[in-house]
């Protein structure tokens, strides 16, 4: 569950306070913005620059 002024991983479920960390990642699929925590940004780091989806890693 999403609490206000949190932002959530799209992968994991880990929290920040809004906005979140520099650390963190930004996608736009399909039109929805989507916020991935460093871990997972690390873990998936070519399929982000190959712009796949969340959804296909």
Same mark, same amino acid.
Request: overall charge positive.
């Given at each position: 569950? +999403?609490? #206000? *002024?949190?932002?959530? =991983? *799209?992968? =994991? !479920?880990?929290? /920040?306070?809004? #906005? #979140? #960390?520099?650390? &963190?990642? =930004?996608?736009? @699929?399909? !039109? /929805?913005? $989507?916020?991935? =925590? @460093? /871990?997972?940004? +690390?873990?998936? %780091?070519? /399929?982000? @620059?190959? $712009? %796949?989806?969340?959804? &296909? &890693?």
């Amino acid at each position: 569950m +999403r609490s #206000p *002024g949190l932002v959530a =991983c *799209g992968r =994991c !479920g880990a929290q /920040a306070a809004q #906005p #979140p #960390p520099v650390t &963190w990642t =930004c996608s736009v @699929e399909r !039109g /929805a913005r $989507r916020y991935f =925590c @460093e /871990a997972c940004a +690390r873990d998936n %780091l070519r /399929a982000i @620059e190959g $712009r %796949l989806d969340s959804d &296909w &890693w």
